[in-house]
Nanobody, 123 residues
Framework: QVQLVESGGGLIQSGGSLRLSCKGSSRTFRNYAMGWFRQALGKEREFVASIAWSSTSKYYADSVKGRFTISRDNAKNTMYLQMDSLKPEDTAVYYC????????????????WGQGTLVTVSS
């Protein structure tokens, strides 16, 4: 099983940008479609974006479409989330996980989650 570590979160003003990273521990990372999810305080975890293992397909939640960009570098076992034009409602803990398939691109493969990385957007 691939171990995943998220990083890159922080406190940012509304309209600003951040880039999150998700580092996988195994070369098998490149075999999985991967995704970003987030959980705001008091809310359920939700899908943000996902990407095929080959980067040929990318999917986004409507709330982030046009502002966030997902990418990956399989040689580095790392996935990224470039977040631009951040809004206070983007405040959440962001997690990465493999996703079930490109059909179920919004569903995590595993219910095992890492610590995530906190993004706080001030107004």
């Amino acid at each position: 099983q691939v171990q995943l570590v998220e990083s890159g979160g922080g406190l940012i003003q509304s309209g600003g940008s951040l880039r999150l990273s998700c580092k996988g521990s195994s070369r098998t990372f490149r075999n999985y479609a991967m995704g970003w999810f987030r959980q705001a305080l008091g809310k359920e975890r939700e899908f943000v974006a996902s990407i095929a293992w080959s980067s040929t397909s990318k999917y986004y939640a409507d709330s982030v479409k046009g502002r966030f960009t997902i990418s990956r570098d399989n040689a580095k076992n790392t996935m990224y989330l470039q977040m631009d034009s951040l809004k206070p409602e983007d405040t959440a803990v962001y997690y990465c996980n493999a996703v079930r398939s490109l059909t179920d691109y919004y569903l995590p493969l595993s219910e095992a989650w890492g610590q995530g990385t906190l993004v706080t957007v001030s107004s």
